[in-house]
């Protein structure tokens, strides 16, 4: 996991140190899964966490994107005050081909299926 000297930095897991397992796990509840799906939709650039409307407490949001940092699944920064998080699917992609993708593409289903969409 790299780390970095400023307090402010945050741990993520380097490309290979990655694994498809905390992957899945990360992927495998509604709430993590539905902030990605959210963040695929929205593009390459960097979101706030008050960006997105989740039926939890904000402690409980903050644990949900820390689940997803440190399995490699999302890249959080600090730009200002705010702290900004960003999809690695340039990562997962090349270490998990069509994973994301086919994720992604069944959970949409299954929103559609339960009018969640």
Do not use: W
């Amino acid at each position: 996991m790299t780390t970095a000297t400023n307090p402010r930095a945050l741990a993520h897991p380097a490309r290979e140190e990655i694994r498809l397992e905390g992957v899945l796990h990360a992927l495998s509840d509604a709430v993590r899964l539905r902030i990605v799906r959210e963040m695929a939709r929205g593009g390459s650039g960097g979101f706030s966490c008050s960006y997105f409307d989740l039926p939890v407490t904000k402690s409980t949001t903050t644990h949900h994107f820390r689940v997803l940092r440190e399995s490699g699944v999302i890249r959080q920064t600090y730009q200002g005050t705010a702290k900004l998080s960003s999809l690695r699917r340039d990562d997962l992609d090349a270490l998990f081909p069509g994973l994301l993708d086919a994720v992604l593409t069944a959970a949409d289903s299954q929103a559609v299926r339960l009018g969640d969409s």
